[in-house]
Structures are given as C-alpha cells and as structure tokens.
C-alpha cells in the first residue's frame, strides 16, 4: 500500500497540511457519522449495483471521450475532451449527487438540504431527489437567485423549495453558511449534499471518489484510443474543484501525468476582482475545512468575483490546496475576457458551447507548450446553455 | 485561582453569562457594555468577536457581527479598547469567536494579548478536539487562559466526559442542537440537562442557546450553575438610544 499519495487524506482528513473538519460540537454527531459509514457503504456491493446502474442508464455515463482533431491541429497536440457536458442535468455535479441520494437513503434520512451557487448543484440535487421521492431543501445566495433565473425554475420545476440566503454577501459562500446552519437545527432527518470537494472531512474524500468515475473512464478510454492508459496533462476548471478532483483522481500518484488546474482570475488575478484562490489565499478555514482562502488581514473572507458563479468562491478543496502547495499541480488562471473568447472560439472549431466554468480551461491551452506527441485531456465540466444570457450579452450575439 | 474557578467557588447557582457583540451598536460602546453588564449584576461576560461567516449564530448575532464589522472591529481594536479593561470589570470575560480570525492573527499571540488584557477564557466553536489536543490546547493553557467546550443532546456519554476532562472553568451546554437564537420546546431540555447533573461532571455547566427571559433563564438553572443569554440582549441593544439604560433594563427583567 502507497503511505504517500495525493489521492486520499489521511485519517483526519487532511491532504498534507489541509483538511480536516473545524465544525462546531451541533454537527459533530452528523459528520462523525458520515465518517464511520461512508466507506463501508460506498463499497458494499447493493450500493455499488445501483450506483452504476443510475451512472449508466440515468446519467448517461460512461460519456465520451472525444479527440477535437480541429483544436488538436491548432495547438499541435492530441487533445481530447471528456464530454462531462452530456451529462442528465449538463454537467459532472450529478455524480456526486447520485451518489451521495443513495448514501442519505441508506443513512435513513429522509430530507435533504443543499447549497448552490450558479445553480447547477443545486439543480443535480433536485433531479436526484425528484428520482428518489426525497423532499429537497436548496439554499442559494438571493442575489443568485436574480441572475439565475432558469436554474430556479429548474429546481421549482423538478419540486425543491429554493431558500434565498440573505446574510452576508448573499452569494455562494453565504448560502452555504445558511445550508449548514440548517443542518444543525435539523440534525436527525437531514443530509446535507454538499456540491464539491469543500466542507469538512468526510466530504471532499467523499465528494471526490464519485466523481473519480470521471478519470476511471478516462484511464480506458484514452488506452483504447491510443495504446496508453496515461495522458500527458489533465486540464480542468477549478472553484472549489469538484470535476478537477474527479478528472485527476485516478492520475494523481502518476507523476508523469502533468495536472494542471484553472482558476478564474476575474478582471485580472490583482484586480481587487478575481476568484483565483491559490493566488491570492492564504491558509484559513471556512465551511469546515482549512485550506487556501481569499481574506483580508484581519481574516474576514473576502467575496471573490467571476463572471461565472461556479468558479465564484473564496476557497478551494484541501486536496487542490495541497496539490498547489506541494507543486503537484499547476495553477494557471483565465480572465473573464479570456473564458468568454475561448468560449466562443471552441463552439466555431468544435461545435461544442462549453459552460462559462469549463471555458477557462479552454483558455490556458495555448501557454501549455505542447509537443506533438503529447495527449491532452480537457475535462469539459458542463454545457454552455445555462450561460446563454451572459454569451448574448458578452458577446453581443443579438443584434 | 482563575475568575472563574473563584466565581463558581462562591456561586454555584444561577450564575448569568450574558453574551455581547464587541463593537455593536457602536465601535466604541464595548467597555461601556461590559461594565454596565456588572453593575447590574452579570457574573461572566462572553464577548463575541465578529466574523464574516459565523457558521454556529443565528440571524440576529449574525446581524450585529456585520454591524460591529461594518464599524471597524478587529481583534486588535479589541485588544485597543480593553487595555484598560482591569480597572472598571472585575467579573470573569471570555472571548467567543471563530478560528480564522485567530489564527491570522496568530494563536499565540492572539492567547498572550488576551491575557495579558485580563481575559479569562475562550470558546471557538469550530476548533475541533483533535486539534486543541495536538496543537492549540497547550498554547491556550501556557497564557493561562480557561477553554470552554460545547455540548449537545446529541453528544455521547463518552464524549462528553471527554470534553469535561478538556474544558477548564465550565461547559457549555447547548441546549439544543441548533444555532443561537432558535426557539425549540424548553421542556424536551430539561431531561438533557437532569442528565448531565446526574454525571457528575468536573466542570460547573452552563445551558445557552434558546434562553430568553426570566422564565427560561429560571428554568435552565433548576438542573444547570447558570445561563447563558445571547440572542434576546443583542436584540435589546438594537435599537438602544441609551446603552447603560439599556442594560439595566434587560438585566433586571432576568435577575
């Protein structure tokens, strides 16, 4: 057995210095729980049955790994992309989802909170509770309620009350606080179906190992395509890290495989408006866990922005903390601007209109000095119809 | 002997721990609190230090969190203003707040400033048992500073004379798993709280979250030392147009 890994935390739940759960004693009882049970049921074998069979015949998985012959010839490299995007719901988050409704089932809850921010997760949580005949609570910050209309009419739609956070900065981070407060005036019925691989020990290990079906696929996939199981470089979107984690899971204790992370950097990473955490974190703890934290001297969070809310938060899970820290990964970081061309410019040479998220990824492929023989593996994390409004007015594609 | 061994020497009963915001209403109205807080007859003072994201308060702490935010608190104008503490409080205070916070500040120097301002103890909700027993609790015990830990009706037999064994000057027990300010039925507590008194734990208990008025203060202290009040004087302090007035109003409809 490897004692050193990237992959797994150790039994506190820390990635090298990061992790950890920092909650107060109300949730102790909950958390601990989910700590002591969420491997064994995980593993055992009605689980795993059901789960794959949701992932394959609900989800749609395994989804395709597709070689962009256009974009590979633009940037002289094999570049594939892991088509996340086609998805039920549009993007990687119902993994988690699906799997963490079996998890609750089988815990005996039987009510179910959430946070969101552009209202993707919370979407994914809906559907998945929708399928389970599950009452379905979801918080979101109200000033992403104004700008995300369709999604909370999704998450209407699909039965789930939509709770506004009104506190603090009424964004992401708050509705997260409010779901969390939730949990601990409602500590025996509920689980909380926390969207990314945030939160205190067990959540980013667990949040991490289902959507770790993402690199499982892209290990056989990429060997039946070319002959090698391994790519040369991994590139995903980060915010708090979810299809990152999942797409580099089952290549992190493979030095070879270059894992590169891409962090939204705003109007420009010193701009005073840019959510690129590891840049401009220190470590602090927020939501349960301590990692990379964007925060004034005094330690009061600071509100980051992104022109897409899924990359809008002010941390980032403790395993990308790590990998950041230790040198494992590399952090590279996309401007508003630069999502927004790099959006539109792969939707002309591919036909494909990534979610604004998944754009930054996109956007760093040409500071990847790539050699011919190299294979690149692009996590597209979700489809771009959610961002419509922002693509139309960005990009003034209405006359 | 600490403040607070003494005062649970002397009191053993109905012992008031009344919760305030550091600078809410006003930047500077703290020590004006504090000492209004003993002249009308609190025994232990819990001074909350605001932050951003306060995971364990309820709207209305929440609330006045962003307001003493909004005019300028830190730790270290905190520390500023209680420089002189020791001449005008004699009661026990604590500082109550969130890890982040602290530890930018840094937690060594954060204990030794506290001490050295005549603090008493602490409670951070969300500095875990494991890391108090590998890292914080030694550096909280070197400034000879007290630390309270939180109970819950949730909270095994096991784990809570572990806590006991941990805390030092008294336990808080939450009187339900819920944040502060939460209405939950009094009398489901009661059992809880018969429970604890017949465990016979080390430490004096003192019950928070849900107190009120005199009512559910009386009734906390028929099986506990005493009561912590929170929400209900932040609300009192809302709207005050005179603060020592204030407090004394409040005080004398518990006490």
Known sequence: MKTDTYQQPNEQGYYGKFGGAYIPEMLHRNVEELKAKYLEIMYESSFQKEFQQLLKDYVGRPTPLFLAERLSKEFGASIYLKREDLCHTGAHKINNTIGQILLAIRLGKTRIIAETGAGQHGVATATVCALKGMECIVYMGEKDIERQAPNVARMRMLGAKVIPAISGSKTLKDATNEAIRDWINNPNNTHYIIGSVVGPHPYPDMVARFQSVISEEIRWQLKEKTGHELPTHVVACVGGGSNAAGAFYHFLDELSVQLVAVEAAGHGVYSGMSAATTQLGKPGILHGSKSLLMQTEDGQVVEPHSISAGLDYPGVGPMHANLYTSGRGIFLSATDEEALQAALHISKTEGIIPALETAHAFAVLGRLNLKETDRVVLCLSGRGDKDLATYIKELKLVD | ?255
Do not use: W
């Not at chain 2, 005008?88 to 050295?116: D, H, R, W």
């Not at chain 2, 009094?186 to 059992?191: D, G, H, I, K, L």
């Open chain 2, 1 to 255: 002997m600490s403040r607070l061994k003494e005062l649970f020497v002397s009191k053993k009963s109905k012992v008031l721990n009344v919760y305030c915001t550091a600078g809410f209403p006003e930047l500077n109205s703290t020590v004006k609190i504090m000492q209004a807080l003993e002249t009308n007859g609190a025994n232990i003072i819990e001074l909350g230090m605001p932050y951003s994201d306060p995971l364990a308060d309820g709207p209305v702490i929440q609330a006045s969190g962003n307001i003493a935010l909004a005019n300028g608190m830190t730790i270290k104008v905190l520390f500023d203003q209680l420089k002189d503490l020791r001449k005008t409080v004699t009661i026990p205070v604590i500082l109550m707040g969130y890890m982040n916070p602290v530890i930018q500040y840094g937690f060594e120097k954060f204990c030794s400033e506290a001490a050295a301002v005549g603090v008493d103890g602490l409670i951070l909700p969300d500095l875990p048992e494991h890391e108090f027993e590998i890292e914080f609790g030694a550096i909280i015990k070197k400034n000879g500073l007290d630390f309270i830990f939180l109970v819950t009706p949730e909270t095994s037999e096991e784990r809570l004379r572990k806590l006991d064994s941990l805390s030092t000057g008294f336990l808080y027990a939450v009187s339900s798993s819920a944040t502060t300010g939460s209405d939950k039925d009094f009398n489901a507590v009661e059992q809880y709280l018969l429970r604890l008194q017949e465990m016979n734990l080390k430490n004096p208990v003192l019950v928070g979250f849900g107190i009120k008025d005199k009512e559910t203060f009386e009734s906390a202290s028929k099986y506990s030392n005493g009561a912590i009040i929170g929400t209900a004087f932040i609300k009192a302090l809302e709207n005050s147009k005179d603060i020592a007035l204030s407090v004394k109003q409040f005080l004398s409809s518990i006490i």
